[in-house]
């Protein structure tokens, strides 16, 4: 499988304060990498510099063999990388159909935007009963969806996901978790950050563990999972 | 005469001006939150260059029906106000794009107070007639009277809102510019460039605005380098009125500034006995934005809660 992403030691700062520390990160075609830590270890952070939304203080980011560094915050999407954002970033006042059709923004193919608003209702039925409503008027499960469904239309080479189970009823989680299985299935690569690290782990097929901007553990999910370190800290177990 | 159709019709004459111009402040505001104070001067500068172009076209013996020589003078004037706010924003606003609010602000009447006055070294500080060269045909319904030139401005300002509103709803760019009044960090993600829907929202205000500016002098038959205070200020009030950020709001806000004004104008003279006569009416505009402020500080079609993101 080639690399479709590599971080080497990247360093981001805000001011003063130091948000990432230095990391390695490797993400291959086709797989589902988990990244989990406490609040505050500087996910969001490493999610937001990948998207060019904040600039690194220094390291390299490698891109489907090009370097990031140089591209405008606007032009990222082109590249095939899409984020659904931390608190699902979803623009309450358009409606559902106009949140997907933002996803689409830079693509100019009417009819492959079609196919995909109809293979992203057909994955979100919920969403094509309400189509026409204003997303702020959907439930928060919903949201998500409208989030994940708007990232689709993007046509993601990689999918970031910021704790897309953030604030949702357990039941809610399942649901969205079953939908980023579907997805990776289809064959979409995919950066996963979560707070809810054992769900994460046991969908993911590789982990990294984040403490204070360092890298402390990376490894298979399943190694993860069966490590005694991260199971204390973690995992609750 | 009937004075309250009369005074209704000048009002929605009026009113659809400052709707026109309001619709500049608002949807400058509804992108970034800025108050775009040199807006009125964008407003003088469309009427002034209309006029100057007139003249000149006049002058050179150029043979043409009156509203074609307009026309051309729209033609002239619509670019350059355009131009203008395109550079303002850059010059001016974006560099401070992640200053205190305070910063723009202050900026924004500094770049008023230059235009006016670079407008007066250009046409200097006299009125300028507008050029009679419109058909002044009169027509009478119900007691009162209404001009061709009144029946066009209110005819045009209904087709430019339309035309906006069909922009802002149904377009890919109107998508793009409503998300990013709303989320501007995600709208970057999804591909927006900001810069080029803050760019594009300033040169469709101006050049409303610009429309705006030869309607206001041709209805009062003059215009002036200092005429955009007054007229930018009112509708400034007509927005906030509205329901600063709000296209709707604009619309609404300007058209009923414009029929209150005109109808208080209208019987002013009656209500104090002739003390304040019908020159006072600028009292209306701010009377209205004081009440607004105090008692509906989100204006009428605003949103009372802030918007989370
Ligand atoms: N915009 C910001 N300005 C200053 N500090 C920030 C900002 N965003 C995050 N931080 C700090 O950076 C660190 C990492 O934050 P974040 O990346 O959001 O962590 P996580 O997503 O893992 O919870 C925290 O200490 C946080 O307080
Ligand atoms: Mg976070």
């Given at each position: 499988?080639?690399?479709?992403?590599?971080v080497k030691?990247l360093k981001?700062?805000?001011?003063g304060?130091h948000?990432?520390?230095g990391?390695?990160?490797?993400?291959k075609?086709?797989?589902?990498?988990?990244?989990i830590?406490?609040?505050?270890?500087?996910?969001?952070t490493?999610l937001?510099?990948?998207?060019?939304?904040v600039k690194?203080a220094?390291g390299?980011?490698?891109?489907?063999?090009?370097?990031?560094?140089k591209?405008?915050?606007?032009?990222?999407?082109?590249?095939g990388l899409?984020?659904?954002p931390?608190g699902?970033?979803?623009?309450s006042?358009?409606t559902?159909e106009?949140?997907?059709?933002m996803g689409?923004y830079?693509r100019?193919?009417?009819a492959?935007?079609l196919?995909?608003m109809?293979?992203?209702y057909?994955?979100?039925?919920r969403?094509?009963?309400?189509?026409?409503q204003l997303?702020g008027?959907?439930?928060?499960?919903?949201q998500?969806?409208v989030?994940i469904?708007?990232a689709?239309?993007?046509r993601p080479?990689?999918?970031?996901l910021d704790?897309?189970?953030?604030?949702?009823a357990?039941?809610?989680?399942?649901?969205?978790f079953?939908?980023i299985?579907?997805?990776?299935?289809?064959?979409?690569?995919?950066?996963?950050?979560?707070?809810?690290a054992k769900?994460?782990l046991?969908?993911?097929d590789?982990?990294y563990?984040?403490?204070?901007?360092?890298v402390?553990?990376?490894?298979?999910?399943?190694?993860l999972l069966a490590n005694?370190k991260?199971?204390?800290?973690?995992?609750?177990? | 005469?009937?004075?309250?159709?009369q005074?209704l019709?000048?009002?929605?004459v009026?009113?659809?001006?400052y709707a026109?111009i309001?619709l500049?402040?608002?949807m400058?505001y509804g992108?970034?939150q800025?108050i775009?104070f040199?807006?009125g001067e964008?407003?003088?500068?469309?009427?002034?260059v209309t006029?100057t172009?007139?003249?000149?076209?006049?002058g050179?013996?150029?043979?043409?029906?009156?509203?074609?020589?307009?026309l051309?003078g729209?033609?002239?004037?619509?670019?350059?106000?355009?131009?203008l706010?395109?550079?303002i924003?850059?010059?001016?606003?974006?560099?401070?794009?992640k200053?205190p609010?305070?910063?723009p602000?202050i900026?924004?009447i500094?770049?008023?107070i230059v235009?006016?006055q670079?407008?007066?070294?250009?046409?200097?500080?006299n009125?300028r007639?507008?050029?009679?060269?419109l058909?002044s045909?009169?027509?009478?319904?119900?007691?009162?009277?209404?001009t061709?030139?009144?029946?066009?401005?209110?005819?045009?300002?209904?087709?430019?809102m339309g035309?906006?509103?069909?922009m802002?709803?149904?377009?890919?760019?109107?998508?793009?510019?409503r998300?990013?009044?709303?989320?501007p960090?995600?709208a970057k993600l999804?591909?927006?460039n900001?810069n080029?829907i803050?760019?594009?929202?300033?040169v469709?205000?101006?050049?409303l605005?610009?429309?705006?500016g030869?309607?206001?002098?041709a209805?009062?038959?003059?215009?002036?380098?200092?005429?955009?205070?007054?007229?930018?200020?009112?509708?400034?009030?007509?927005a906030?009125?509205g329901?600063?950020g709000?296209i709707?709001?604009?619309?609404l806000?300007g058209?009923?500034?414009?029929v209150?004004?005109s109808?208080g104008?209208?019987?002013?003279?009656?209500l104090?006995?002739?003390?304040?006569?019908?020159?006072?009416k600028?009292?209306?505009?701010?009377v209205?934005l004081?009440?607004?402020l105090?008692?509906?500080p989100?204006g009428?079609?605003?949103e009372?809660?802030?918007?989370?993101?």
């Open positions: 499988m080639s690399t479709l992403l590599e030691d981001v700062a805000y001011g304060i948000a990432v520390k990391i390695d990160l490797e993400v075609q086709g797989e589902l990498v988990a990244l830590g406490a609040n505050g270890a500087g996910k969001t490493t937001k510099t990948l998207m060019g939304m690194p220094g390299e980011i490698v891109f489907d063999g090009k370097s990031t560094t591209l405008a915050a606007h032009d990222y999407v082109k590249q899409v984020m659904v931390e699902r970033g979803i623009f006042r358009l559902v106009e949140n997907l059709l689409a830079s100019n193919d009417k492959d935007i196919h995909d109809e293979r992203v057909h994955l979100f039925p969403l094509k009963e309400r189509y026409k997303a008027t959907l439930s928060g499960g919903e998500q969806m989030a469904g708007r689709m239309l993007s080479k990689l999918l970031l704790e897309p189970s953030m604030g949702l357990p039941i809610i989680v399942q649901k969205i079953e939908i299985k579907m997805i990776a299935a289809e064959g979409v690569t995919m950066l996963l950050v979560e707070q809810n769900l994460a046991q969908t993911a590789r982990g563990v984040m403490e204070s901007g360092k402390t553990f990376s490894d298979k999910a399943s190694a005694e991260v199971q204390q800290a973690y995992l609750g177990e | 005469m009937d004075i309250f159709l005074q019709i000048n009002g929605l009026v009113g659809s001006i026109l309001a500049g402040y608002t400058v992108i970034m800025l775009n040199a807006h964008i407003v003088m500068i469309g009427a002034m006029i172009c007139i003249n000149l076209l006049v050179a013996g150029v043979q043409l029906p009156g509203p074609a020589l307009l051309v729209l033609m002239m004037a619509i670019p350059v106000s355009m131009f706010g395109y550079s924003e850059k010059i001016a606003y974006q560099p401070l794009r200053a609010r305070l910063a602000l900026t924004a500094g770049v008023s235009l006016q670079a407008a007066m070294l250009i046409w200097g500080r009125y007639p507008f050029p009679q060269i058909p045909e009169v027509h009478i319904i119900g007691g009162a009277a209404i061709d030139l009144q029946i066009a401005i209110i005819a045009l300002a209904l087709l430019l035309g906006l509103f069909f802002i709803e149904k377009t890919k760019l109107g998508r793009a510019m998300a990013t009044s709303q989320n960090e995600v999804m591909g927006v900001v080029t803050v760019s594009m929202t300033f469709i205000g101006s050049a605005g610009a429309m705006a030869v309607m206001v002098a209805n009062y038959d003059q215009a002036h380098a200092y005429m955009g205070f007054m007229i930018g200020l009112k509708a400034f009030t007509a906030v009125l329901g600063i709000n709707g709001g604009a619309v806000g058209i009923l500034l414009g209150i004004e109808l104008s209208g019987y002013l003279g009656d104090t006995g002739g003390v304040l006569g019908s020159h006072y600028d009292i209306f505009a701010f209205v004081i009440i607004v105090v008692f509906r989100s009428l079609l605003g009372r809660v802030a918007e989370r993101a």
